[in-house]
Antibody, heavy 122, light 107 residues
Framework: QVQLVQSGAEVKKPGASVKVSCKAS????????IHWVRQAPGQGLEWMGW????????KYAEKFQGRVTLTRDTSITTGYMEVSSLTSDDTALYYC???????????????WGQGTLVTVSS | DIQMTQSPSSLSASVGDRVTITCRAS??????LAWYQQKPGRVPKLLIY???SLESGVPSRFSGSGSGTDFTLTISSLQPEDGASYYC?????????FGGGTTVEIK
């Protein structure tokens, strides 16, 4: 069965960086985009970007361009999201989620990781 | 960028009621519209894709309709377990913007 398992909660100081991992299993890792979505406490869902695990190509929401970096390690079927220059506004639950096939076709994200809480506090 | 506007932001309804949530895109999105349900403390769950296609395993009381810029999620007979937040999302292209969400409270 498809599973996305994320790394554990993080507490960071303002100005620091955080890197969250997303271990995929139960499907061909390089066959589907991985998207990242965040949710601030009590707020809605915010799309951050995607990575094509096959090519490594990425696409970011404009507000995260230059501050968020998506990478992957195909040898261990794991995606990563790094956010730099953290502020308290980055305190949120961060999700990885499986997108459509990289071979073509557009589908919404179907399977989601359990979420990783990142708390930014001095 | 295309904006996704949901309404209402919250509603309260009784078990058995018919509930309708709307989502409007600021430009046409060719029916690449998904609906998600998120219960408190849980991960979002895909309900509807392609504006009107029911994801496998989702109860048939959920339905989606609309095209172009205006879309609707309908719960035909609200059940106690449907108390949750609901989000629309465009997926025609990036950025894959979400609507602001609608919280459904069971009276």
């Amino acid at each position: 069965q498809v599973q996305l398992v994320q790394s554990g909660a993080e507490v960071k100081k303002p100005g620091a960086s955080v890197k969250v991992s997303c271990k995929a299993s139960g499907y061909t890792f390089t066959g589907h985009y991985i998207h990242w979505v965040r949710q601030a406490p009590g707020q809605g869902l915010e799309w951050m970007g995607w990575i094509n695990p096959n090519s490594g190509r990425t696409k970011y929401a404009e507000k995260f361009q230059g501050r968020v970096t998506l990478t992957r390690d195909t040898s261990i079927t794991t995606g990563y999201m790094e956010v730099s220059s953290l502020t308290s506004d980055d305190t949120a639950l961060y999700y990885c989620t499986r997108g459509s096939e990289v071979s073509g076709g557009r589908k919404p994200c179907d399977f989601w990781g359990q979420g990783t809480l990142v708390t930014v506090s001095s | 960028d295309i904006q996704m506007t949901q309404s209402p932001s919250s509603l309260s309804a009784s078990v058995g009621d018919r509930v309708t949530i709307t989502c409007r895109a600021s430009q046409g999105i060719n029916n690449y519209l998904a609906w998600y349900q998120q219960k408190p403390g849980r991960v979002p769950k895909l309900l509807i894709y392609g504006a009107s296609s029911l994801e496998s395993g989702v109860p048939s009381r959920f339905s989606g309709s609309g095209s172009g810029t205006d879309f609707t999620l309908t719960i035909s007979s609200l059940q106690p377990e449907d108390g949750a937040s609901y989000y629309c999302q465009r997926y025609d292209t990036s950025p894959r913007t979400f609507g602001g969400g609608t919280t459904v409270e069971i009276k």
